[in-house]
Structure formats: C-alpha cells, structure tokens
C-alpha cells in the first residue's frame, strides 16, 4: 500500500467550506453524518511542515471516513511559510481564529460544542496540540486570547510537538527556524508560547500516537513530550505503532487506521 496515496488521490467534496478570515487560506472544511446532530466535533489540522505547497486536500479522505462514522469533521487550512502572512504568529492566529470560528458556528450547524476533540498530523499535530495548550497562555503573552475554544481533548499523529526538539534535529531541512523566524536561542519568547512542550501540562486528554519507523519526525518527539507529562501527572497516553511510518496515520486504508479512530472515540 502506497503511503502516498492520501497526497496523489482527490479528496471527497466537504458539504461546505467556510471563511474565517479575509485571505485565501482562511477556511475550514465541514463534513457532517447524516441527521440533525448535534453531533461530536473532530477539528482537524493538516501537516507539510507548515509550508505553502501542502494545502489540505490530502485531509479529505480521514475527515470523510470519521464522518461516515459519526463525527462531524472541521478541516482546518491556514496561511502557511512562503506565504502573506504565514509562519510565526500568522498561522497560530489562523488556527485559533479557524477554531474560535467554530463556537459562532456550532449552534446553526448543528454541532455539539462540548464534545470537540482536536486532531492534528506532523506540523498539525503541532497546531493541534497547541489549540490544546493555548489556554496557558497569559494576557501579557503573545497569542493570548480570552475564552479560547474549550476541547475535550487532542490526538497528535506524529506530531511537531516540541519545536525546540524540532528545531535541534533539523526536521524539514530547518523548517522550524523558518516557521518560527529564528532559532529558540534567538527568539526564545516565542518558543515559550508556541510549542506545546513548553506549555506543558495541558491539563486536559492528549493521545499521541505514533509509527515506530517514521523517518520525517521521529518517535522520541513524542516519547519526550509523553514522558514529560507523565512527570507532571497530564493525561497523556503515547500509542507507537510498531512498524509504520509518518502516513500510514492519516490513511484511513491502512491498519493502523482503526487506533485513531479508537483514540478519538476515547475522548467523547
């Protein structure tokens, strides 16, 4: 099975699309079962190392299989690195801003806004965790925003989940610099309110999953920040998937498959 096949093969139509901001990319993807709701949220973030050439097309496929399973899906895109706007802070503003959205939204949509889990793969598992951490955030900080979204949890599918880590293994040829407009020596203030890791505990649910054989991010990412929490008694439970990959996670053709559905169905 090509683990390609999620980026080569067009996605399900959503039901809708709709702007949360003014720029192109500010938009998110609804899907939603069949009946009048209001049904669970599964809010989800596409990976591509936060960069300009994946959009979140290959995200289609997932979305479309958890709604034929019951959950509404709100398919976040964002302006992303070789973008107006994109990288640090334009695309935590646009994800928080896509999530927010979501509480306008929710009662005409038919949306259940208290059961809302945050999904997120690679450098979406990143945002994803961080929609997760944000509320750590203190009005004196960049990013900070009052009555953010309340989730009942997150799912980070080998997930960026500490950008100082990232940026120290050189993931993506140095996409986290990049991203983040600096080293964490040279900006470290933003290190400080934009990885999850450095807002930990996220005293909320957290499931991190993970494929043993995963050459773009590798699995101590996640097993840091797992142990970490575990430190400082978070929720957080970390899945390795002995013997897959980085995206065998988001195809929902694949056998590991059924453990992110199970992980989004525990956090109900």
Same mark, same amino acid.
């Given at each position: ?5 999620? *980026?080569?093969?067009? =996605? ?10 003014? +720029?192109?990319? =500010? ?23 936060? %960069? ?7 995200? !289609?496929?997932?979305?479309?299989? @958890? ?27 646009? #994800? ?13 949509? !038919?949306?259940?806004?208290?059961? &809302? ?18 509320? %750590? ?17 997150? #799912? ?35 290190? +400080?309110?934009?990885?999850? +890791?450095?807002?930990?505990? @996220? ?13 773009? &991010? ?19 439970? *970390? ?27 525990? *956090? %109900?």
């Amino acid at each position: 099975m090509s683990s390609m096949w999620v *980026l080569e093969t067009p =996605q399900p139509p959503p039901d809708a699309r709709i702007a949360y901001g003014e +720029a192109p990319q =500010q938009f998110t993807e609804l899907r939603k079962p069949k009946g009048k709701g209001p049904h669970p949220v599964v809010l989800f973030v596409h990976g591509g190392f936060w %960069r300009a050439e994946y959009g979140l097309e290959h995200a !289609g496929h997932l979305c479309a299989d @958890l709604t034929k399973r019951g959950f509404a899906t709100w398919s976040v895109e964002y302006r992303r690195v070789g973008q107006d706007g994109g990288g640090f802070p334009g695309t935590f503003e646009d #994800v928080a801003s896509a999530a927010d959205h979501l509480v306008d939204a929710a009662p005409s949509l !038919g949306l259940d806004l208290s059961n &809302v889990v945050a999904m997120g793969h690679s450098a979406g598992g990143h945002l994803a965790m961080w929609l997760a951490a944000r509320h %750590r955030l203190t009005p004196k900080q960049p990013l900070y925003r009052d009555a953010p979204l309340k989730l009942k949890g997150v #799912v980070s599918l080998a997930g960026v989940v500490d950008l100082a880590q990232g940026a120290a293994l050189d993931l993506g040829n140095g996409i986290v610099k990049t991203f983040m407009g600096g080293t964490p020596e040279q900006v470290p203030e933003r290190y +400080a309110v934009a990885s999850p +890791a450095a807002l930990q505990p @996220l005293k909320l649910p957290q499931v991190l999953i993970h494929g043993t054989e995963d050459d773009t &991010v590798p699995l101590k990412v996640s097993e840091g920040f797992h142990a970490r929490g575990v430190q400082q008694k978070d929720p957080v439970h *970390l899945v390795p998937l002995k013997g897959a990959g980085h995206f065998e996670l988001i195809d929902p053709r694949s056998k590991e498959w059924p453990r992110v559905v199970q992980a989004v169905r525990t *956090l %109900r």
